[in-house]
């Protein structure tokens, strides 16, 4: 029988976005978001936790180059120096650093099944971040 461990690794990028729901009016999305309908940018940290067995043979989760690799594919080039508000991911959904994080565990327990994935970890700033880990109410 194998150890279960988590392993996490880093990411980041840098996108602009805006909050705003386009069937309010621009007073009523003045009143539930304030500032934040102004475009505005952020460097997001990306923290992806994957759960699993350690294999006996290599001592890992999961070969990190792998995931360095998926997380790159899916989420790193997509979002990095991008509007989000312009994502299909986000035609429907504010992107709030919430919904940021669920459109990220999507693409990624797409690429990497959901019984490896544990949490996404988005940071919006140092004083900010969401975690994740694919609940629904």
């Known amino acids: 029988m ?5 392993s996490t690794r880093r990411f980041a990028f840098s996108a602009g976005h805006r909050y705003w729901v386009d069937a309010w009016s621009a007073a009523e999305n003045e009143q539930s978001f304030g500032r934040l309908v102004i475009p505005h940018g952020h460097n997001y940290t990306v923290d992806i ?3 699993g067995p350690i294999d006996p043979a290599t001592g890992m989760v999961i070969d990190l180059g792998e995931l360095k690799r998926v997380v790159g594919e899916v989420v790193v080039d997509r979002f990095d120096h991008a509007d989000l508000n312009a994502d299909s991911l986000f035609r429907a959904r504010v992107p709030t650093t919430e919904n940021i994080a669920i459109a990220i565990w999507d693409l990624v327990v797409a690429k990497l099944g959901r019984e490896r994935m544990w949490q996404v970890r988005v940071w919006e700033d140092p004083t900010l ?3 994740y880990r694919g609940e629904t109410a």
């Open 49 to 51: 936790t994957i759960r």
């Open 2 to 6: 194998s150890a279960i461990g988590y």
């Open 129 to 131: 971040y969401v975690d």
